[in-house]
């Protein structure tokens, strides 16, 4: 990529988010993640170029030298800091303003500091031999996969119900989203076969924010804030029947839709369970805990009584929830420990830098939260170890997967159960690791209060309309069967 002669043209709106605008390079296997403001800023950028530069390089190490250590190299792509001309932001950012959804137009993109993160595109792998079908990417927003220890918590509810799903009842009480979705995180975390393709299924019934899927780097399947449509399920499952067409899921030569969408979610939660890659280090099995299970999730746990429990060691989804559990407080633990750090911060401001609230995010900060006690000492050093362990936690709950998987256009197989597991080989990336500010503490006890007292308040209960119509796939099962009838 030359930096010098850098073309508007050349780029296209990929997403974006609450803090950052992505675009995506139309030849290339490349992004710019560029800084979004509020959009009163936008004649008065609130910093200067160096600092914007010194935010995304505070990216890049946290993602480098923290979250890699923890989630393991091969998952983590830290990218690079690039400075660009003002004109090309300028341009680019007339150019793509009438593809950003209405919702997200009160930020604008950062056009005065020219300085963008570089990463590789991962919707849109390059590294494949053709085959007839484009690689599939499929972007997962887990969310927090355990319940908190009782001792921090002052509502029972939170023991017994995660945080996600009594969200889903707030952000539906405000409107956000219409409909409810029924994935819960603990199942997905659970490492159970069963519970993992029952959350799986119904992250592709009620998407929300949690589930993209791409072929050939093109968004396929997403949901929109606040829309009254169901996403388009039968698009999906069209876009997905010519990667599942071998096998003996047919009737009189025609795959069903159960069994498209049954392979799919099998081999995406092979590529899940995968235990390869990484150097991180043993991770607990939570067998036994009692925290694995949520009241919310419509999961029969008779069904599991036999089962297996628990994530393989070196997999991906154990990796991010063991940094997950790093937040061994909750919110309501840490949260006078981070006023601990405050008002030392207040009385004496300089030693800002020696507890390293904004960074240097090096070997010595994930030292400091490695080696931090299990005993409160009083010291504002445990506070802020604590309060590190915390923002790091928030990190892994609020991270995204990549999951892609490329066609091997290997010859058809005897065996079905071989074939499947032939059929793709799968890659699994790990995005959005970003550092959360020391400043988000407040704000994240303040959303906690909210949301129990919504749950409590509602007694888990939705008005109506706002369960998710799961029915647009089984419609479509249904009118296959009544085609397949006629036809015999």
Not at 114 to 127: D, M
Not at 440 to 467: A, E, F, M, W
Request: aromatic content about 6%.
């Amino acid at each position: 990529m030359e930096l010098d002669r850098m073309d508007e043209n050349d780029w296209k709106y990929h997403g974006e988010g609450n803090k950052s605008l992505v675009v995506s390079h139309v030849q290339h296997c490349r992004v710019l993640r560029l800084l979004k403001y509020p959009a009163e800023d936008s004649e008065n950028p609130p910093q200067t170029a160096e600092q914007a530069f010194r935010q995304i390089q505070n990216i890049v190490d946290f993602t480098s030298n923290v979250m890699s250590c923890l989630l393991g190299e091969k998952f983590v792509h830290s990218g690079e800091v690039v400075r660009l001309p003002l004109e090309f932001v300028r341009q680019l950012s007339i150019k793509i303003q009438h593809q950003r959804p209405a919702w997200r137009c009160d930020k604008v993109m950062d056009i005065y500091s020219g300085c963008a993160l570089c990463l590789p595109n991962l919707t849109s792998p390059t590294l494949h031999q053709p085959t007839p079908t484009p690689p599939l990417c499929i972007e997962i927003k887990p969310k927090c996969g355990f319940l908190p220890s009782p001792k921090h918590v002052s509502k029972d509810i939170k023991t017994r119900v995660c945080r996600y799903c009594m969200h889903q009842h707030y952000k539906v009480a405000n409107g956000k989203w219409k409909r409810r979705s029924l994935y819960c995180p603990l199942d997905l975390f659970s490492g159970n076969r069963q519970r993992m393709h029952f959350a799986i299924r119904h992250l592709i019934e009620e998407p929300q924010n949690n589930l993209k899927v791409f072929k050939g780097g093109q968004c396929i399947y997403s949901s929109k804030e606040g829309s009254d449509e169901s996403p388009d399920t039968n698009s999906l499952l069209h876009h997905l029947r010519p990667y599942f067409l071998r096998g003996n899921n047919r009737v009189n030569g025609h795959m069903t839709t159960k069994a498209v969408l049954n392979d799919f979610i099998q081999v995406l939660g092979n590529a899940l369970l995968s235990a390869a890659g990484g150097d991180g280090g043993q991770v607990t099995d939570r067998t036994g805990e009692g925290r694995s299970f949520c009241e919310a999730s419509l999961f029969n746990r008779e069904r599991i009584r036999h089962g297996s429990q628990g994530l393989p060691t070196n997999n991906i989804l154990s990796r991010i929830l063991q940094t997950q559990m790093l937040d061994s407080l909750d919110i309501e633990g840490l949260y006078p420990l981070y006023c601990r750090v405050e008002q030392h911060l207040q009385d004496f401001p300089k030693d800002r830098t020696g507890l390293q609230i904004d960074g240097p995010y090096d070997q010595n900060f994930l030292e400091k939260v490695q080696k931090c006690s299990m005993e409160d000492d009083g010291s504002v050093e445990y506070a802020a170890a604590k309060v590190h362990q915390y923002r790091i936690a928030m990190t892994a709950k609020d991270c995204s997967i990549m999951v892609t998987l490329v066609p091997s256009g290997e010859e058809e197989d005897d065996d079905e159960e071989n074939e499947k597991a032939r059929a793709f080989s799968s890659s699994v990336s790990v995005l959005d690791l970003d550092p959360k500010p020391l400043d988000s503490v407040p704000r994240q006890l303040r959303l906690d209060q909210k949301i129990v007292s919504c749950y409590l308040r509602t007694g888990g209960t939705l008005p109506n309309g706002s369960l998710p119509p799961l029915p647009s796939i089984l419609a479509a099962e249904r009118e296959e069967r009544a085609f397949l009838f006629q036809a015999v």
